[in-house]
């Protein structure tokens, strides 16, 4: 299972990266896609739109179901992928890579409290 270790983890499959330009792009983890199967259709959050942590703010349709995306810190949304949206096959593809949005963090220690590459490789240990 590839889990970058640049990045953060929520229990709920979102990843997160802290960019140099104090944003935060956010993603599904390459578990949560190879779990959903064939991605066909993402619908994303609006771009302003001020999400909480763990608050519902898209979903991911794949040929087997729909899932519910969770923000993993609470922010503003500033960018959206439209190219996924366009293709969402490319979360498939590559879930690292095809990032779903980017955030203005309300603060970014808050990445912090999110699991690190460790805890979330055990998460998915203790699931299996």
Not at 45 to 51: C, D, E, L, T, W
Request: glycine letters at 4%.
């Amino acid at each position: 299972m590839n889990i970058p270790d640049t990045l953060r983890y929520a229990a709920s499959h979102e990843w997160a990266r802290l960019d140099a330009d104090g944003l935060v792009t956010v993603g599904i983890t390459d578990h949560a896609q190879s779990q959903l199967g064939d991605i066909v259709f993402l619908e994303l959050p609006a771009i302003g739109r001020s999400v909480a942590a763990g608050e519902e703010c898209a979903v991911v349709e794949s040929v087997k179901a729909a899932s519910d995306i969770y923000a993993p810190i609470a922010g503003e949304i500033v960018r959206v992928n439209q190219a996924a949206v366009d293709n969402p096959e490319l979360v498939n593809q590559d879930a690292y890579q095809h990032a779903l949005f980017v955030l203005k963090p309300d603060n970014p220690a808050d990445l912090d409290t999110l699991l690190t590459p460790a805890q979330y490789r055990a998460q998915l240990e203790a699931e299996a």
